[in-house]
DNA sequence: TCATATACTGAAAATTTATTCGGTATACCG
DNA sequence: CGGTATACCGAATAAATTTTCAGTATATGA
């Protein structure tokens, strides 16, 4: 993993969460997860804008944090699925008032960002 | 300002609400402008690993985004002050949570990353 | 046999973000 | 006069993150 050559005091609580979540893709794979375990071929699908290999690459940090768990399977065709732990439940309220928050005040940034 | 030639699906509200907030600054910025408003020597002083540089630039993106309002004072040596918006203050409560929750599972982290 | 699908990985390239450095301008103080 | 402080900005560099691409291995089904 790499490791930062510019540290950040993690000892402030606002920086230690950000950090866990601020990636491109780690808030909407924790959303996606909320209600049902996924395997990655189906998180693919349910985020065809994030690649394969970003969706690897920020699950296994999930992991590494303890806010996603993983379950392999040994099967062939491999199989395996990544599903929520409590602790990353724990963040879905943080993430469901920026969720209510982005849908209140969404038509502000309508016309600045085009969607 | 930089533009993005990978854009960003911010119709979806999650990502809309992290885009504002999820630079290495900015979250920090709005908690410190939640109190009072300050100058920028001000606000380095208090986020003294941040440079006047990076505040400066994450500060305009603020404003552009309506998160903060900036006064300019036509003295010299020049004078300006930054205060939080109602549009700003209405995130407050989801920076509150998320210190709650870094102060609540600080220890999880102390190990893994030094602090 | 050959394409498909699964999960995963290494490495290089590209993109995005942050840092560093030097410069604008003006007033005050010693 | 020369140093300090204010706010701010442009540009080059560095750092961090994401994307792209090619590859591992194995079973299934056409």
């Known amino acids: 993993m790499y490791e930062r ?14 950090s866990l979540i601020d ?3 780690k808030s909407c794979i924790l959303d996606e997860l909320r209600d049902t375990s996924m395997r990655p071929s189906e ?18 940090e999930l992991v590494d944090d303890g806010l996603v768990a993983k379950t392999i399977y040994p099967e062939l065709p491999p199989r395996s699925e990544y599903s929520i732990t409590e602790l990353g439940r724990s963040l879905l309220p943080i993430l469901d008032s920026m969720i209510a928050w982005g849908e209140t005040n969404r ?9």
Request: charged fraction near 30%; hydrophobic fraction near 40%; charge should be positive.
């Open 43 to 60: 998180l693919h699908k349910a985020l065809p804008e994030a690649t394969p290999r970003v969706l690897d690459l920020q699950l296994k």
């Open 23 to 25: 990636s491109k893709w």
């Open 107 to 115: 038509e502000l940034f309508e016309k600045k960002y085009g969607m």
């Open 5 to 18: 050559k510019i540290p950040v005091d993690l000892s402030c609580p606002l920086r230690l969460t950000m």
